[in-house]
C-alpha cells in the first residue's frame, strides 16, 4: 500500500508539463500567425475581393432583375414551374420582411461555399477513390472535420485572417466540405466493375476513364454529397455570423442572446427558405439529368 | 455481514450530510459568465461557499442578459458573481423592484472600464490618435479589409449590453460621416480575435472593448478621448437605450459591476449573503489575476484555487475567524 | 477445320498467382506442388500453371471450363486486363508482356475487342453512342463514325434502337449492342467472356446461330469462353478444357466428344445429347468439289474423279445429285434438270439432330451450303452415325 491513488484517479500528467505543452504550442501558433500572417491573408486577398464583389453585386442590382435571374435558373435547371412559383413567393415574402440584403449577403456566401467545396471537394473524393492510402489518411480528416467545435479552428483561422468573410467562408467550407468528398469517393468506388472493364478493354485511358466512365456514373451519388453540402454550408450561416459574417446569421444571433423571438424566427425561417430552394432545386436538377438511368430494368 | 455494515455507514453519512446541508445553505446555483474574471469570482464563490458556509454550490454557464432574466423569471441561478448591469438597467432594476433580485455589493470595487481604444504603438506615432477629432481625421488610416471605400470601427458583440451603447456614441460621433463602418465581430472571440491579430502584426485597430480583461491587461492600448467628459445622465437616459433617438456624445462612465443574488436567496442564508456582498477586487487586483490565468492557461477553478492558496490577504478580510479556519483546513486537503 | 492457318497468338508457360507476394511462390508451383499446399502454406491462390496454347487466325477458340476454372481469368491475359506472374502472350509473334502503358492502349484500341458476361455497356450513353465506344475513346468524331455504328447495329439486328438507353433493352439486345460495339472497331481478334452465359436458353440459342453467321463472313478470331459444352461443341473449331487452372485437353469438337483426355472431360462428355450439340460443320467433310454444269456435256467434262455422284450447281446455286452412271446414260445436249436427285442441302450451323432423318433418307452424302450458297463440305452418313452411337 504504497501509493495506489492511480487506482481510484487517472494518472494524469502532471499540471505543469501539460501547461508547458500547451504554452509551447499557444506560442508556437502565435509566432507562426506573426510571421505569416500577411502572406497567409494576401493569398486569400484575390478569394476576398471575389466575395465582396460578388456581394456588391447581388445586393446593388434591383431586386427584380436578382429575383428574375434567379428564377430563370431555377427554371433551367429544373424546367418545374411549380418550382419557380414556390422560389418566387419565397423571396417576395423574404423581401416584404425587410430580409432581402441579408438574405443576398447569405446567398452569395453559401454559393461561393458550395462552389468552391465542389471545386476542391470533388478532386479530394476522385484522390481517394483512386488510392487506399489517400483513403485511409483523408477519412479521419473528415471525421475530424465534421465533429470538431467550430470555435476550435475558428478563433486560430481568426488570429490569422481578421474576421469577416474569410475565416467564415474557411468555416462553412470545412465543416461542409466533407459530404461532397466522402460521397464522390464512394460514387466512384461503387462504380460497375464490369463497366469500367470494358471501358479499359477497349483502350481507355485513365482519364477516358474517370471522365467518360466513374464521373458520369457517379454522378448520382456526387448529387446527393453536394445536396448535403449545401444544406450543411446553411446550417453554418449561424456559427460564421459569429465571426463577423454578415448576413441573415446575424439578426438570429442578435435575436438569441436579446431574446427577439419573433425576429429570430423570421430570420431562421428565411434561413430554412434558402435550404429548401437549394435542395429542391438541386434534386430536381439531379434526377433530370440522370433520367436516362431509371429506366426499366429488363431481365 | 462486514460489508452490510459498511453500505450501512455510507448511507448514515449521505443521510447526514444531506441534511447538514440542507439545515444552513441547500443547493446553490452559481452563474458562471464565459469570461474570464466572472469565472474566477464564480470559482472563488463555489470554493468559499461549499467549505465555509456548508452549501452545496453549483456552476451553471450564464451571459448577461440571458442570467439576469432567468433570475428574475425563475429565480435560478441564486447568485451572479459578476454581473454589468449597465447592461441590463432596466431589467436589474425591475428586479429590484418587484423584490425578486438583491444587488448584495460591487464585485469590482473600482467599476468596469469600457471605452473606444486603439493600441499604444499607433498613438506613439501620432499622438492626435488618442483623441477622437485625430481619429476621424485619420480614418483612412483604419482601412476595412473587406471594404477599402470605408474604415473600420469595431463594435461590441451581438447580445450584449455594450451593442446598444457603442452603438448610439457611433452615431453621436457621426463615425459614419468620418468613413467608418460599424462592424459587428459576431462575438467576444471574434472582437478579441480582430484586435490580437492586428496586435501581433502591430496594424491598426480601433473598436469598442472592456476592462478588467486579459486582453486589455496583455495588449497596451489607449482609450481614446472624446473630450466630452463623461454625462452619466445622459448615458443612463438615452446611451444605453435601444430607442434613443439623439444620443449626445459621452465618455463611458465607470460600470457599476455587482454581486447580484435571488432575494430568495439572500433570506435563506444571511451568513452566505453577508460574504457575497463583501467580496469585491480592485481593477489593479483582478487584472493581475487575469494576468496571471493568461500566462498559465488557468481555467476557472484552476485559478481559483490558485487565488485562494496565494492570496489569503485578499480573501481572509470578506470572512469570518470561523469560516476562514475552515477554509484553510480545506486548502489544506487541495 | 482446316489446319494449315497462321498462328495468330500464342500463350507458352502462362502463370497467374493471386496473393501478397506472388513471385515468391512461383518455384514451388513449378515445382509441382499442389493448389492446397500453396494455399495452406502460402495463403497465395493458384490462378492458371502452366498454360500453353495458340490459336489460330480466322478460328474461333473455345475455352472451357467450370467456375474457378480460372478460364475468365485466362481471357483477361489475352489484353492484359489481368498481368500474369510469368509467361509469355505473343500476338502476331509480338510479345504484348514487353508493350509499355502507352502501346498497350493502342493494342487493346485495335487489336482486340471484347464482349462481357454481363455485357458492360455504358448505362449514360445512348445504344448507338456505346457501339460506336471503341472509336469514340480513339479519338474519332461521331459524324465519321455514325454511318459505321449504324450498320453495325442494324447487322446485330436492332435498327432503330439508336438513342435508346442500355436500360431500356432486355438482355439479349443489350449484349447484340455489346457485340455490335465489338465488332465496331475491327479489331481482328474478339474475346468473349461467357458472353451468352447471362441469356435465356431460347436467346443462347439465337444469339450463337448469328454469331456463327456472321463469322462466316467477318472470319475474325475468336476467343470464346463458357462453362457450358453444348455451346461450346456448337460454336468451337476447336476447344480448351480448363480443370483448376490447368488445361486438360485441346482439341476439335469431335475429339473433345470421342476421345475424352481424362475422366473429367468424360464425365462432361457423357452427358451430352451429341444430336443436339454437334453442328454439321464439326463432323462435316471439308474440301467437297461441286460439279458446275447445265448441260451434261459441261458435267462430263467436270466430273469429280473417283466419285459416284456429283453436287451439281448452276448459277443459280445447287440443284441436285447426280450420279457417274446417270450422267454416262444421257445424250450430251441434254438438260441436266430431269436427271437429278433430289437431295435436301444442310447448313453447317445445322445440328446433327437436324439432319438426322434427311441423311437416313438419302443414300448419298448430304451437301453442307452456307447462307450465300457456298459448298463448304458434304455430311457423310457414316460420320454421323459413328458420332452418335454411344462408346
Known amino acids: ?299 | ?334 | 477445320m482446316d489446319n494449315n492457318r497462321e498462328t495468330l497468338i500464342e500463350i507458352e508457360g502462362l502463370y497467374q498467382i493471386f496473393g501478397p507476394t506472388p513471385n515468391n511462390v512461383l518455384p514451388k508451383v513449378k515445382a509441382g506442388a499442389s493448389k492446397e499446399d500453396i494455399l495452406a502454406e502460402t495463403g497465395h491462390t493458384v490462378g492458371l500453371q502452366d498454360i500453353n496454347l495458340t490459336v489460330k487466325r480466322g478460328e474461333i477458340f473455345v475455352i472451357m471450363g467450370l467456375s474457378g476454372s480460372g478460364k475468365s481469368t485466362l481471357i483477361r491475359h489475352f489484353n492484359r486486363l489481368i498481368d500474369p506472374t510469368a509467361g509469355k502472350i505473343k500476338v502476331s509473334g509480338e510479345n504484348i508482356m514487353e508493350l509499355s502503358p502507352k502501346d498497350l492502349i493502342t493494342f487493346r484500341r485495335h487489336k482486340m475487342a471484347m464482349v462481357f458476361q454481363h455485357f458492360g455497356l455504358m448505362p449514360h450513353r445512348c445504344v448507338l453512342d456505346n457501339v460506336g465506344y471503341g472509336l469514340l475513346i480513339k479519338g474519332e468524331k461521331r459524324a465519321e463514325w455514325k454511318p459505321k455504328a449504324v450498320s453495325w447495329l442494324d447487322a446485330v439486328g436492332l435498327s432503330g434502337y439508336e438513342d435508346q438507353y442500355p436500360s431500356q433493352l432486355s438482355g439479349g439486345q443489350q449484349q447484340r449492342v455489346g457485340l455490335a460495339r465489338a465488332l465496331c472497331t475491327d479489331a481482328e481478334i474478339l474475346l468473349m467472356d461467357e458472353a451468352f452465359s447471362a441469356l435465356d436458353p431460347l436467346i443462347r440459342s439465337d444469339m450463337q446461330e448469328q454469331l456463327i453467321e456472321l463469322q462466316e463472313n467477318l472470319q475474325k478470331t475468336i476467343i470464346f469462353i463458357t462453362h457450358d459444352l453444348d455451346e461450346a461443341l456448337r460454336l468451337g473449331d476447336r476447344i480448351a478444357v480448363l480443370k483448376d487452372g490447368k488445361l486438360v485437353q485441346i482439341g476439335t469438337p469431335v475429339d473433345i466428344m470421342l476421345h475424352p483426355a481424362d475422366d473429367y472431360v468424360q464425365a462432361f462428355a457423357k452427358d451430352v445429347n451429341r444430336a443436339r450439340a454437334l453442328s454439321v460443320q464439326t463432323i462435316m467433310t471439308p474440301n467437297t468439289e461441286k460439279l458446275v454444269a447445265n448441260t451434261a456435256a459441261e458435267a462430263k467434262a467436270n466430273f469429280p474423279k473417283n466419285k459416284e455422284y456429283a453436287f451439281v450447281f448452276d448459277n443459280d446455286g445447287y440443284q441436285g445429285v447426280l450420279t457417274r452412271e446417270k450422267l454416262e446414260s444421257l445424250e450430251d445436249e441434254a438438260p441436266l434438270k430431269g436427271a437429278l436427285h433430289h437431295i435436301e442441302s444442310v447448313r453447317p450451323t445445322d445440328l446433327l439432330q437436324k439432319v438426322i432423318p434427311l441423311s437416313l433418307n438419302s443414300r448419298f452424302d448430304l451437301p453442307v451450303i452456307n447462307k450465300s450458297g457456298e459448298l463448304k463440305g458434304r455430311l457423310e452418313a457414316s460420320k454421323l452415325a459413328d458420332v452418335l452411337s454411344p462408346k
Open chain 1, 1 to 299: 500500500m504504497i501509493d495506489s491513488s492511480w487506482l481510484t484517479e487517472f494518472p494524469d500528467m502532471s499540471r505543469r508539463d501539460l501547461l508547458a505543452i500547451r504554452q509551447t504550442l499557444d506560442g508556437a501558433y502565435r509566432s507562426f500567425s506573426r510571421a505569416y500572417g500577411q502572406s497567409i491573408e494576401d493569398f486569400f486577398n484575390p478569394l476576398l475581393h471575389f466575395l465582396v464583389w460578388f456581394e456588391h453585386l447581388l445586393i446593388q442590382t434591383p431586386w427584380w432583375i436578382v429575383l428574375a435571374v434567379i428564377v430563370g435558373l431555377v427554371f433551367a435547371a429544373t424546367r418545374s414551374w411549380k418550382l419557380c412559383a414556390g422560389v418566387l413567393a419565397s423571396f417576395l415574402a423574404i423581401g416584404y420582411f425587410g430580409m432581402w440584403e441579408n438574405t443576398m449577403r447569405t446567398l452569395s456566401i453559401i454559393t461561393v461555399c458550395t462552389i468552391l467545396s465542389i471545386c476542391i471537394g470533388i478532386p479530394i473524393g476522385i484522390l481517394m477513390a483512386r488510392s487506399d492510402r489517400a483513403r485511409s489518411i483523408i477519412t479521419p480528416l473528415l471525421d475530424i472535420m465534421q465533429t470538431m467545435p467550430a470555435f476550435v479552428y475558428l478563433i486560430p483561422v481568426v488570429m490569422l485572417l481578421g474576421i469577416g468573410k474569410i475565416p467564415g467562408v474557411i468555416a462553412v467550407i470545412i465543416y461542409a466540405i466533407p459530404p461532397v468528398i466522402r460521397l464522390t469517393n464512394l460514387g466512384i468506388r461503387l462504380v460497375n466493375k464490369d463497366t469500367l472493364e470494358a471501358a479499359t478493354a477497349y483502350g481507355a485511358t485513365a482519364t477516358q476513364r474517370l471522365f467518360g466512365v466513374q464521373i458520369p456514373l457517379a454522378m448520382p451519388t456526387i448529387m446527393a454529397g453536394i445536396n448535403q453540402t449545401i444544406m450543411m454550408a446553411l446550417a453554418m450561416v449561424v456559427v460564421a455570423s459569429m465571426i463577423g459574417v454578415k448576413g441573415l446569421g446575424q439578426p438570429v444571433l442578435k435575436s438569441i442572446t436579446n431574446q427577439y423571438f419573433t425576429l429570430g424566427l423570421l430570420n431562421g425561417l428565411a434561413i430554412v427558405a434558402l435550404a429548401i430552394i437549394f435542395d429542391r432545386v438541386s434534386q430536381t436538377y439531379a434526377k433530370r439529368a440522370q433520367r436516362h438511368m431509371e429506366g426499366t430494368e429488363n431481365g
Open chain 2, 1 to 334: 455481514m462486514y460489508t452490510k455494515s459498511i453500505i450501512a455507514g455510507i448511507l448514515t453519512l449521505a443521510a447526514t450530510s444531506s441534511f447538514a446541508a440542507a439545515d444552513k445553505c441547500g443547493k446553490v446555483q452559481i452563474a458562471e459568465m464565459n469570461w474570464n474574471s466572472a469565472s474566477l469570482m464564480a470559482n472563488v464563490d463555489k470554493f468559499i461557499l461549499n467549505n465555509g458556509f456548508d452549501c452545496n454550490a453549483d456552476l451553471i454557464p450564464g451571459d448577461t442578459m440571458p442570467t439576469s432574466t432567468s433570475m428574475i423569471e425563475k429565480g435560478q441561478p441564486d447568485i451572479a458573481p459578476e454581473m454589468w448591469t449597465n447592461a441590463v438597467q432596466e431589467l436589474i432594476d425591475r428586479g429590484v423592484k418587484e423584490k425578486r433580485l438583491s444587488i448584495a455589493g460591487a464585485s469590482l470595487s473600482d467599476g468596469g472600464e469600457e471605452g473606444f481604444w486603439v493600441p499604444k504603438y499607433m498613438v506613439d506615432k501620432d499622438p492626435s490618435l488618442a483623441t477622437i477629432q485625430g481619429i476621424i481625421k485619420h480614418a483612412k488610416e483604419f482601412p476595412n479589409p473587406e471594404d477599402s471605400s470605408v474604415s473600420a470601427f469595431y463594435g461590441c458583440p451581438p447580445g450584449w449590453g455594450c451593442q446598444i451603447s457603442s452603438g448610439n456614441l457611433f452615431k453621436a460621433l457621426k463615425l459614419k460621416d468620418a468613413g467608418f463602418e460599424l462592424i459587428n465581430p459576431g462575438s467576444s472571440a471574434g472582437l478579441s480575435g480582430s484586435l490580437s491579430r492586428a496586435y501581433e502584426r502591430k496594424e491598426p485597430w480601433f473598436g469598442y472593448y472592456w476592462a478588467p480583461t486579459a486582453v486589455l491587461g496583455k495588449y497596451k492600448m489607449v482609450k481614446v478621448d472624446f473630450g466630452s467628459g463623461v454625462h452619466p445622465k445622459e448615458y443612463i437616459n438615452c446611451i444605453t437605450k435601444d430607442d434613443c433617438l439623439d444620443p449626445k456624445v459621452t465618455m463611458f462612465p465607470p460600470s457599476p459591476v455587482y454581486s447580484v443574488t435571488t432575494t430568495e436567496f439572500a433570506k435563506k442564508d444571511p451568513k452566505a449573503y453577508a460574504y457575497i456582498a463583501k467580496r469585491s477586487f480592485t481593477n489593479a487586483q483582478m487584472n493581475k489575476l487575469l494576468a496571471w490565468m493568461e500566462d498559465n492557461q488557468a481555467d476557472g477553478q484552476y485559478a481559483a484555487e490558485n487565488f485562494m492558496l496565494n492570496h489569503k490577504d485578499i480573501w481572509s478580510k470578506w470572512v469570518n475567524k470561523d469560516v476562514q479556519a475552515k477554509l484553510e483546513k480545506a486548502l489544506d486537503k487541495l
